[in-house]
Structure formats: C-alpha cells, structure tokens
C-alpha cells in the first residue's frame, strides 16, 4: 500500500511517521554503481568493483560528504529503475572521479580524430565540459556538437556516445542521443 509522504498512521497505539530518506551509494571509482543502497543493504557492499576491479567510494573525496544514492520512502517498496552514478557531488558540487575521467577519454578520443580538422577537434573538446551539465551553455554546446559529430566517423561517434552516455545531462542526452 502506497502511503502518502508525512502522513502518519496510528496502531499498537504508537504513532509512527513515516519518513523517507536518501541512502548512501557505493560506486566504483570508474562509474560502476555497486549498491545503491549501502545502508539498507550493507550486504551487498564491495571494497573492489566486480567488473573492472577498481576501489569503491561511499564519499566524496573532495568534501567527505556522502554520495547519495537511492531515495526510501517508509512503507513503499522501491521499484529498482535505472540508478546510474551521479555526474556530481551535490554537497559540494565537485564532478566525481568517473566524471572526470570520461570527460579525459572523450577528449583524448576527440584528439586522435583525423576527420576533423584542428579548430572542430578544439570546439568538440570545449563542448564536452557544458555537455555534462545543464547550464544555458548547454544548447549551444549541443548545436556546437551536432554540427562537428557530422563530420566524425561511425566509430569515432559510438565510441563518444559510449563514454559520455551516463554522464552527459539530460538536456544533452535528449538532444544528442534521444531512445
Ligand atoms: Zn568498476
Ligand atoms: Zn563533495
């Protein structure tokens, strides 16, 4: 049964609240979300990533505030969706170690692209940062990319979208690579 937010109901002659709340989510440092929900089920929680091996964070390096992760709400079970790792920390604003380190594999891939010349593999590279956040740079980031990705080959575009596919916000995503 689906209980309101802040509602309270009343047995055992104790009146209960129920209250919801964001868990802590274990990811790996290359963007692999171990567990969602580190604090409900610390069962599930892995010092190591079982798919490429690397560390895994419950904090943010930069401020040592938790990385958020699912959201409960007392009396509701959640339907497990999609719960890809967050771009950013939003305690303190930093882009996470995953973040960071697609944004580089997508300019060093942006730099190896022979198709382009210098100044469209320059304007590709600057577009990537607003790409990643919605900001009102955001569009023209996108136009700015739309009009280079033309020109890059087949490979050279899968190979982005799968770098930046889970990072890149949801204004860009829609944009760029709608389902
Ligand atoms: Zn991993
Ligand atoms: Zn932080």
Redesign the pocket.
Known sequence: MRIPRGFSDNYDGQERRHESWHDVAQI?T?G?VINRSSKKYPQHNNDF?D??G?RTLTKCEKCGGDIRGEYHVEGVASFGGDFPAPAFCVQCGSPFPWTVSRLQAARELAAEMEELTEEERESLSRSLDDLIRDTPQTTVSVSRFKKVAKKISKEGLSGLREILIDIVSETAKKSIWPT
Do not use: D, E, I, P
Request: net charge positive.
């Open positions: 790996c290359n692999h990533c798919k490429c690397q």
